[in-house]
């Protein structure tokens, strides 16, 4: 005879993991809504120029905190249980969150959390600015492929806010993004990516550089990088 007890302590934890994923769902929905409002404040970047980036800087980190404190709410639930039982509940939201920190950092925020001249914001940098969120943790933290990806994402924003500074007349900042992207791409022929999701999304950074690429090499073609900097001297 078999106890009906065993299904009823069944039952118990079937209740229990629709509790945790349940709680958990409602958090990240509340992250990806914030992460939404914080990529919006960040594309102003795209319209205006560098002289007139600082407020929106100043209104991305703030945007940020309200993200990190939500992602202290899901680690607070998340570190009870086996990480990686519900990891792919907030992988995604972690990969976008830190997009938008290192976009920020890019862009001059964070600087709290880096050396002056430092123009991409390391894993740890992230981590701080997460609480504490690194690879080292045992429970809840922010993953390496994590921080990759939101790399990969940053060399796309890039590509796109190079062609529109040159819209806007700013002929340097593709020259800085230019040297920048390129420096990243170095980076990763560096790495032997195991990841398959990351490995085929670092194939198109090649493509992103070139997209650079060709927006200086047509300055050039222009002489207009020859006029900025001639303007710039006198």
Same mark, same amino acid.
């Given at each position: 005879?078999v ?6 302590h ?9 509790? @945790?994923? #349940?709680? &958990?769902?409602? =958090? !990240? ?7 939404? %409002?914080?990529?919006?404040? /960040? ?49 995604k ?32 940098? @992230?981590? #701080?600015? &997460?609480?504490? =969120? !690194?690879?080292?943790r045992?429970?809840?933290?922010? %993953?390496?492929?994590?921080? /990759? ?12 806010l ?16 230019s ?56």
């Amino acid at each position: 005879m078999v106890d009906p007890a065993i299904f009823e302590h069944l039952q118990t934890k079937i209740n229990e993991d629709s509790a @945790v994923r #349940e709680e &958990l769902r409602s =958090k !990240t929905q509340e992250l990806e809504k914030q992460g939404r %409002t914080t990529q919006s404040i /960040l594309s102003r970047a795209h319209s205006i120029p560098v002289a007139q980036i600082q407020a929106t800087v100043s209104d991305a980190e703030k945007s940020i905190f309200a993200q990190v404190s939500t992602i202290g709410e899901i680690s607070g639930v998340a570190s009870n249980q086996p990480y990686y039982k519900y990891n792919s509940m907030w992988t995604k939201h972690m990969q976008d969150t830190v997009f938008s920190i290192i976009l920020c950092g890019w862009l001059g925020g964070f600087k709290h959390v880096r050396e002056e001249s430092q123009a991409l914001l390391t894993i740890e940098n @992230v981590g #701080e600015i &997460l609480k504490g =969120k !690194t690879p080292d943790r045992d429970a809840f933290h922010l %993953t390496i492929e994590e921080y /990759l990806h939101a790399m990969i994402s940053l060399i796309e924003e890039l590509a796109r806010l190079a062609v529109n500074s040159v819209t806007l007349g700013d002929y340097h900042r593709p020259l800085e993004i230019s040297q920048f992207v390129k420096d990243l791409h170095a980076g990763f022929q560096i790495l032997n990516l195991k990841n398959d999701s990351l490995r085929r999304r670092s194939d198109s950074i090649k493509y992103n550089v070139k997209k650079v690429e060709d927006v200086v090499y047509d300055l050039s073609l222009r002489n207009l990088i020859l006029t900025t900097k001639s303007e710039n001297q006198s």
